[in-house]
């Protein structure tokens, strides 16, 4: 899975919505609080306005607050909201998806990644982010992380 900039910068701007929940907060103060281009960030929030997870505020005391509690708001419904599915292969459903041969397995590998990637990012929530208190399986998954011993090289991809 590849997080782009627009949900990365998405998730952050959404996190600070969850901290400030008794006012509404200007895309300004956002963009300086998570270090994200203004500019950038107006197109985020436009797009999480019109998925519903924030709402836009009129007034000298506006700006962008969350549509709803952020208990009730996860991760996995921001990346939706950004990016579409959270795992595609070639832009078809996992379902009934079908290979041949030695690669006959492979479609329960991207259905494996799909159901640990949904059980990370739908058991995360912005009340979770907010309180800095992850779920136990995201601490889990990001223990395994910190102790893998590989070394992965400062390029993403082999020359």
């Not at 998730?11 to 907060?25: G, I």
């Not at 832009?91 to 990637?117: I, N």
């Amino acid at each position: 899975m590849r997080i782009s900039a627009r949900t990365d910068y998405a998730v952050r701007a959404m996190a600070e919505l969850a901290c400030s929940t008794e006012h509404p907060l200007k895309a300004e103060d956002i963009a300086g609080r998570q270090d994200i281009p203004v500019r950038f960030l107006f197109v985020v929030l436009s797009e999480l306005r019109q998925a519903r997870l924030v709402r836009s505020v009129r007034g000298p005391e506006g700006g962008y607050a969350l549509a709803r509690p952020p208990a009730e708001i996860t991760l996995a419904d921001v990346i939706r909201a950004m990016d579409g599915p959270l795992v595609s292969v070639r832009d078809l459903k996992l379902t009934g998806l079908e290979y041949q041969g030695a690669a006959a397995p492979m479609p329960d590998v991207w259905r494996a990644v799909r159901a640990s990637l949904r059980h990370v990012l739908e058991g995360t929530t912005l009340a979770d982010l907010a309180s800095g208190t992850l779920p136990e399986l995201v601490r889990e998954r990001a223990r395994e992380y910190n102790d893998d011993v590989r070394t992965y090289p400062s390029h993403p991809h082999p020359l």
